[in-house]
């Protein structure tokens, strides 16, 4: 979306394909990823949802075509593969380190693996999150990664310190700021303070909050929740 976004005044035409029924459907939700794709698509970016490329072609090593599971072809010079993480842990496989089914590093609130005095952190680390109610996830994000390797660096040195943060997430799309704060989100109705802003719901109470173009709403709900405030549906309207 961000490669979209910036070669959608120099491309002369630009197409997305996406598994998903709308871009970011997992980050930011349906309706948020709904309205980034419109933003694009209002600068002439085609978008073919929930499709997948099925085979380049091309000619003298240069690729001229892409070919969709449709079967629909699209005209292409240059093809960008976004293919998603996995991680980086085939060393490990073998060994006593856990690791989830997807390869990540199993590791606990003080960033410990299940063998003494092996710490890990950053993208290869699923860990418990408490507004997931504990479930371990990973995320790949710069600041979690930061946030990880200062916890287990505290560790190291036997002083207690768990995890402590709340998921953050941020990107720019045609120079609208994109931000998204806290854990797993129900949708349940969208509101809108100043537009556009959408709020998520968990038990009546704000777990995670996206926006566009409407900072620093998610920085104050992310600092809230780091705080455990809890903030009611009566409050955030």
């Known amino acids: ?17 996406e598994r998903e029924a709308v871009p970011f459907q997992e980050a930011l939700g349906p309706q948020v990823g709904q309205v980034a794709m419109k933003m694009l ?10 499709s997948q490329v099925w085979e380049l072609r091309g000619e003298d090593g240069k690729v001229t075509e892409a070919i969709l599971d449709s079967g629909k072809k699209l005209p292409a010079d240059v ?10 842990s085939e060393f490990l496989k073998g060994s006593p380190v856990a690791l989830d089914a997807r390869g990540a590093v199993l590791v606990d609130l003080l960033m410990k693996t299940n063998i003494l005095n092996v ?12 507004l997931l109610g504990g479930e ?12 990880h390797g200062h916890v287990a660096a505290l560790n190291m040195l036997k002083k207690q310190s768990p995890l402590h943060t709340v998921p953050f997430f941020w990107t720019v799309l045609l120079g609208t700021s994109i931000r998204y704060a ?7 109705q969208p509101h809108t303070l100043t537009p ?3 709020r998520f719901w968990g038990d009546g109470y704000v777990t995670a909050a996206a926006s566009l173009k409407c900072d620093p709403m998610v920085a104050m709900v992310a600092e809230a929740l780091y705080a455990g405030k809890i903030i009611s549906k009566e409050e955030a309207e």
Do not use: N
């Not at 209002?42 to 949802?49: E, I, N, P, Q």
């Open 1 to 17: 979306m961000e490669v979209a976004s910036f070669l959608s005044d120099k491309a002369s035409t630009i197409s997305v394909v």
């Open 41 to 50: 698509q209002g600068r002439g970016v085609k978008f073919y949802m929930k």
């Open 79 to 88: 093809v960008v593969v976004g293919i998603g993480v996995s991680p980086a």
């Open 119 to 130: 710490f890990a952190a950053g993208d290869v680390v699923a860990f418990p999150v408490a």
């Open 136 to 147: 371990r996830t990973s995320i790949y994000h710069w600041q979690v990664a930061q946030a």
């Open 182 to 188: 806290g854990g797993e989100a129900t949708w349940a």
């Open 196 to 198: 556009p802003v959408c």
